[in-house]
């Protein structure tokens, strides 16, 4: 890819999607299933790569939480390929009807779903990304633009060469994936600017980064938002569920947006619970950030400021506070929540129910991790990402929500009087 200016990779995608979008539901399969199998046999190449972005992403200072979304293995490479061929086996929502009448005049309506055509994609040092939106965005008919950052420099341009060069080897036209990585911010630039070009554009990545996009973009946007999540223990919460959730969905990756950053706890609760799930979670290396009540509960709690319920750590750290009610858990998680993941640990059915309810962020749960918050998790094979606005998706996008709907109307010379 030689080309000299972003301009042209946006004009070939516009090209190629009118090709994708005419591929049929097998097509379509049978290019992802050539992109799996050249991940796999490509894997060292991958990986070679991979070190030569961790090594300069350990020099620079980047940060363990990035670090750790930055890294390919063999492992992961594998779960990549997995995870295309997931998408492989996903029904086509190309053509699906979503619903249809007959007027009275006799014009019979059906509403179908068809490709947004192209999909831009901006995010930061997550090369997994470059992989998992290419074949959703291929499996649903799409092309597609990506812009994955200096951090997944190598790794990225890998990748694409890789994919691009199994849509040939499938028989299809390889301007259906294209990167702007090479034109740094340039490419970024021309990504949120591309209208006529673009027909969504999805961040994934920090705070800055989305709100940076949303505001400058002149393309429609979905918006990923941070996971500024919480879990509250309510006074029924039983010993071993409040344990076990809160340190999977702090400690199993807590540099992802559906690690768990803050815990409330019930005051009626927080004697039991307090040094149990504050003792287990220091027992996997979480420094917890706590309220004068936890401090008084606990040894080795690091004072908690304002800072602290505001903040998405995507680290081995952890805010803790003490809450009266649900009422004001549900009030705590109003002000501070970004609307990504929240969840309530409880046998009291009507504080479930209640918390369901009220709580507005893209995914509530009772009694579950919120760990689970994941387009693999919820059978979408890989996931966009998850939307935390309300406009067309919300939650962990799939197949689904990289498309549209048209309507197809058929008449036998009906006019309107």
């Known amino acids: 890819m030689t080309d000299q200016t972003p301009q042209v990779r946006l004009e070939r995608a516009k ?46 200072g980047i940060g363990g939480s990035l670090i750790d979304r930055l890294r390919l293995d063999e492992k992961r490479v594998a779960a990549l390929a997995s995870a295309v061929r997931e998408v492989a086996a996903l029904p086509d929502p190309v053509g699906r009807v979503v619903g ?11 509403q179908v779903r068809v490709p947004f055509g192209v999909v831009g994609a901006i995010y930061e040092a997550r090369p997994n990304v470059t992989v998992d939106i290419a074949a959703l965005a291929l499996r649903s008919g799409n092309a597609v633009v990506l ?20 849509l040939e080897r499938a028989g299809l036209t390889a301007e259906a ?62 010993d071993d569920w409040a344990s076990d959730i809160v340190v999977n969905a702090k400690v199993q990756r807590p540099s992802v947006c559906n690690a768990v950053e803050t815990v409330l706890v019930h005051r009626q609760a927080a004697p039991r619970l307090v040094p149990l799930v504050a003792s287990a979670l220091q027992s996997e290396g ?16 690091i004072p908690a400021v304002e800072e602290d319920w505001e903040t998405e750590y995507l680290s081995l750290d952890i805010a803790m506070k003490i809450v009266d009610s649900l009422d004001e858990a549900l009030a705590h998680i109003r002000r501070y929540s970004t ?56 939650g962990p996008m799939g197949l689904s929500e990289l498309t549209s709907t048209k309507w197809l109307a058929r008449g036998s010379g009906q006019t309107r009087g």
């Open 177 to 238: 994936i294209q990167t702007v990585d090479d034109f740094g911010r340039d490419g970024a630039k021309a990504l949120m600017h591309g209208r006529g070009f673009i027909d969504v554009l999805i961040p994934r990545g920090s705070a800055a980064l989305i709100d940076a996009v949303v505001t400058e973009s002149t393309v429609p946007v979905i918006e990923t938002g941070a996971g500024n999540v919480h879990i509250f223990l309510d006074e029924t919460a039983p």
């Open 286 to 301: 979480v420094a917890i950030h706590g309220d004068d009540m936890v401090a008084g509960l606990m040894s080795n709690v």
């Open 15 to 60: 090209e190629a999607s009118r090709a994708t979008a005419a591929l049929t539901s097998d097509d379509k399969a049978r290019a992802l299933e050539a992109i799996a199998v050249a991940l796999l046999a490509d894997a060292p190449r991958i990986i070679e790569a991979n070190g030569r972005d961790i090594s300069r992403g350990e020099q620079d």
């Open 100 to 110: 249809g009448h007959r007027m009275p005049n006799g014009v019979a309506l059906e």
């Open 339 to 394: 609307g990504h993941t929240e969840s309530i640990i409880t046998t009291d059915s009507r504080n479930a129910e209640r918390f369901l309810a009220e709580v507005d962020s893209a995914v509530v749960m009772v009694n579950a991790s919120t760990r689970f918050t994941d387009g693999g998790e919820f059978g979408f094979g890989a996931e966009v990402g998850i939307s935390t606005q309300k406009l067309h998706a919300r």
């Open 147 to 166: 812009r994955g950052g200096s951090a997944a420099r190598d790794s990225n341009a890998v990748l694409v060469e890789i994919m691009r060069a199994a």
